[in-house]
């Protein structure tokens, strides 16, 4: 069951509650491969059965959009991924990406699909995680953000079973045939093999990517997902 939705706002515009500010390889997305500064926000509605990060369901510290900004600009990039938990039950989640862009980043967001995507300022990049039904929080999905999708947004499907993948066919089928080039399938680690995955992609030759685990591939002795 998901959690109740209780957007997280102190009493001064702007502070947000972090989990987390790190510096990585971008691994989810067209943007893959490049070095990235990620800004972890802390809480989740969602609690999916395979989450890699429950330790953002609660730990966090509060920090002024200058903060976030200032520990952003240490490190020796222009890409910022701003992630979670879920992000969007923070209201002002939106003003710190408008100020990174104003600040010349290329920002990106990762969000869980239950949350309106149209709050996003319009330069940002969305990557849409669809959660599909192993998750057991499909039935949670705001299928209206696909219809809100903008041509430089992005789609992600975590495929743990044929299920899974069934269930992303259909949903691309009704709704992603214009941004197909930009729909990633993902191997749930480490229920899917990537090899039966990429061999379902190949027998039914549907536009979509499939995603390696790279964060896994790299540093596979890491818990945490940086």
Known sequence: MPLPIVPWRDNNEGNLLINEIFYSIQGESSFAGLP????????????????????????????SLDEIISAVSAYQTNVVEITGGEPLLQEDCPLL??????????????TNGSQDIRRLPRES?????MK???????EYMDFNNLHHLRSRDEVKFVIQNREDYMWAKTVMSGYLSPF????????????????ELADWLLAD??????????HRILWPEINRAK
């Not at 990406?97 to 990762?110: A, F, T």
């Open 36 to 63: 990235c500064a990620f800004i972890r926000l802390t809480g989740c509605n969602l609690r999916c059965r395979y989450c890699d990060t429950p330790y953002a369901y609660h730990e966090g510290e509060e920090k």
């Open 97 to 110: 990406m408008e100020r990174l862009i104003q600040k010349g980043y290329q920002v990106l967001i990762e």
């Open 125 to 129: 990049v969305c990557i849409l995680d």
């Open 132 to 138: 599909c039904p192993s998750s057991d929080m499909s």
């Open 180 to 195: 197909s080039r930009k729909v990633w399938l993902s191997p749930a680690h480490p229920a899917m093999d990537p090899r």
């Open 205 to 214: 030759g549907i536009p979509a990517h499939l995603h390696l685990p790279l």
